[in-house]
């Protein structure tokens, strides 16, 4: 996936030089380059024009050439993200979790270099709204897990607007130990499940 | 008015609502009839049957030398061809019911088959029981009448081959469970003046329906509000939101339900009027509000939010207004629970490390640490008089097991003993039993036991069951 995302983006730039180059040759040299042009054999009605006339008109006959657009479908952020739904979005997600130790919801060296990163992106999408879910291991009691969760995810808001991040932007909600990420019974499975989850909500 | 459904879950929506209201019909249909006429003739040795009188003294079965007596319940006697299973389910249901309150000896029901079936009151063969063992037999007749049950029974002392109880009862036929309920109910109250469970439901959370959560790209699996007797039979979905549902809270007539719900943005507290299909917000738009507890008189929930930034203790009316902040400690203050009267109100917090147990007013003064002998408590549940008992999860070395503390005398008494992990106890309204979730048979399932520690039955077998709660009908 990344392969093919540096070669997009190389292509781009490509074309973006080769149009660029066109440009300046014409006009003045700070302005954008101008949407390439389609091949004249097609209006933008989609049919050809018909001479002012008083007998029918003949059929049209099928086009000899066909048109391959070669238009950008989605533009490419600089990073090379394109714009998915959200849930392709969260499925193959930007966001990495924070991990916390246990009965913890203190954001360590580490928890914070990643809630950083996360900020970064969101800075980057001005417009992403998230949800942080704070989740539990098995070890703690159902009821009390969803205070604790709540209180994981919160930690990570108040690190997140500390960092610039305006608070109408990120929800939290505590998933307690109902939502396990690693189903096992053992300290490499708990310490996946005592986390904070980024969401994606809106973009 | 439920939000939010596609015609799919409207119309699967509509039929619980169909089933539900049937469900609730039908409870109010349960008639009792006059008592049947006496019939004259007996087994050896006795005055007869007798009818009971509304002033009559009750006589009460009692056995030698202070132990219990022994009953017996045979398959109640089809009077007509289509009620033939019908016998079978009463005589089954009736004498589980006995046996799950442990206040008779009950003689295991594959050792009647050597006695003679009596097919009327009349031919009851009372020596034969005696040499069984019974001090006392319950005795019935069941016929359709369209689609009506119709009882006759009779509880005999087998000694002396006296009627000590005889009453008639008609029910709906779709639910005989519900008139053997009934009758193990009026046999409990005529001869041990005890108020029985037999018709009091379970409410819980379950995942057997593996659907998939709307709305995210995890695998996670729906939660959804449950219902069953407390027998568990007749197992009843409530939710249809293809949501996360968690910790329902029954209110004290046993009509609707509060449960904590997840939508996309928030957890709240909704309450569901499950007979009539009717959903109401409770909390709207202020933070995540989590473990709703109906209050004893029904107009109020206590739940915990974390709208302040921790987990506090709230009280709301019903409808939503009203909303008053009882905790205020920086720590987690979860798992609110009402004091039989509404007077006082338990919670959980970790205000001093880890969770603990305390009690204090309803209006949030007087704030009482009640467990100082436990590592960690949680998830108190206050019994009804005569018991003054709170019972909560306990630590106990790496997992959880159930505990009582004796409100007057503090003493802690241990219910389970780790098998498995078990939590989330709740009482019967009795305050003569236990709800709780257990892992101890591989995966979370309801479990009932007695208040002693004693008497365990399993209630839930599919997919993971959890949080039970208690109805009071």
Redesign the interface.
């Known amino acids: 996936m990344r392969i093919l995302t540096v070669v997009r983006v190389v292509a781009v730039v490509l074309i973006l030089a080769v149009i660029a180059g066109c440009a300046r040759r014409q006009t003045a040299p700070r302005e954008a380059p101008p949407p390439p042009e389609l091949p004249p054999s097609v209006s933008r009605a989609g049919g050809p024009e018909l001479p002012p006339s008083s007998t029918p008109p003949a059929p049209p006959a099928r086009p000899a050439e066909r048109v391959i657009d070669t238009r950008p479908v989605a533009p490419v952020g600089e990073d090379g993200i394109e714009l998915r739904t959200l849930d392709d979005l969260n499925r193959d997600s930007p966001f990495s979790p924070a991990f916390f130790a246990l009965d913890s919801a203190e954001l360590d060296a580490p928890a914070r270099a990643v809630v950083s990163a996360n900020a970064d992106m969101m800075k980057r999408n001005g417009t992403w709204a998230v949800t942080i879910e704070g989740h539990c291991d098995e070890r703690g009691t159902a009821e009390y897990n969803l205070a604790l969760g709540e209180r994981r995810a919160l930690a990570v808001k108040t690190y997140l607007v500390s960092l610039g991040i305006p608070p109408d932007r990120v929800r939290t909600i505590s998933y307690g130990k109902e939502f396990p990420f690693d189903p096992g019974h053992d300290e490499a499975a708990w310490a996946q499940n005592r986390r904070a989850h980024f969401v994606i909500t809106a973009k | 008015m439920r939000r939010g459904h596609t015609p799919a879950t409207r119309s699967s929506a509509a039929a619980w609502r169909t089933a539900l209201t049937t469900v609730a019909g039908c409870l109010a249909l349960a008639v009792l009839h006059g008592p049947p006429v006496p019939v004259l003739g007996l087994g050896a040795g006795a005055a007869g049957q007798q009818a009971q009188q509304p002033d009559e003294i009750v006589v009460e079965i009692t056995a030698d030398g202070g132990r219990q007596p022994r009953y017996a319940v045979p398959d109640f006697v089809a009077l007509s061809p289509d009620a033939a299973t019908d016998g079978s389910t009463l005589g089954q249901v009736l004498w589980d019911d006995l046996e799950f309150e442990r206040e008779f000896d009950m003689i295991p029901r594959d050792t009647y088959a050597s006695i003679p079936v009596a097919r009327s009151a009349a031919q009851v063969p009372f020596s034969a029981w005696r040499e069984l063992g019974a001090d006392a037999l319950v005795f019935g007749t069941v016929q359709r009448a369209g689609d009506v049950l119709r009882v006759d029974l009779w509880l005999f002392d087998v000694r002396s081959g006296r009627s000590v109880f005889t009453q008639g009862y008609d029910g709906p036929a779709t639910n005989p469970r519900r008139l053997a309920h009934t009758i193990a109910d009026a046999i409990h109250d005529q001869q041990r003046g005890l108020r029985g469970v037999a018709r009091t439901k379970l409410a819980f959370i379950s995942d057997r329906n593996r659907e998939a959560l709307v709305g995210?790209?995890?695998k996670?699996e729906v939660?959804e509000v449950y219902i069953a007797d407390y027998d568990g039979a007749n197992q009843h979905r409530i939710t249809v939101t293809r949501t996360?549902n968690?910790?329902p809270s029954w209110a004290p007539d046993g009509l609707a339900l509060a449960y904590t719900s997840?939508s996309?943005?928030?957890?709240d507290i909704v309450i569901s009027r499950i007979y009539e299909g009717l959903l109401q917000r409770v909390t709207r738009g202020a933070g995540?509000n989590?473990?709703p507890a109906y209050s004893p008189d029904g107009t109020r929930i206590a739940f915990?939010s974390?709208r302040d930034?921790?987990?506090e203790i709230y009280v709301i009316n019903v409808d939503g207004t009203g909303l008053r902040r009882l905790t205020t400690h920086p720590a987690?203050d979860?798992?609110p629970t009402w004091s039989p009267s509404g007077a006082q109100i338990a919670f959980?917090s970790?205000r001093t490390g880890r969770?603990q147990i305390y009690i204090m007013n309803a209006d949030g003064t007087g704030v009482e640490r009640l467990t100082l002998n436990e590592s960690?408590a949680?998830?108190p549940t206050w019994s009804p008089a005569p018991y003054n008992e709170m019972a909560f999860?306990a630590r106990t070395g790496?997992w959880?097991d159930i505990k009582k503390i004796d409100m007057a005398t503090r003493q802690v008494t241990q219910i389970t003993f780790s098998q498995g992990s078990n939590?989330?106890p709740a009482f019967s309204p009795t305050g003569r039993h236990l709800a709780f979730?257990s892992t101890r048979t591989g995966s979370k399932q309801i479990f009932l036991i007695g208040r002693d520690g004693r008497g365990l039955k399993q209630v839930t077998r599919q997919g993971n069951n959890?949080?039970p709660s208690w109805s009071s009908h």
């Open positions: 995210t790209v995890e996670r939660k996360l968690l910790n997840y996309a943005s928030s957890a995540n989590y473990l915990m974390t930034g921790n987990g987690d979860v798992s959980a970790d969770p960690e949680d998830r999860t790496s959880y939590e989330s979730t959890q949080t």
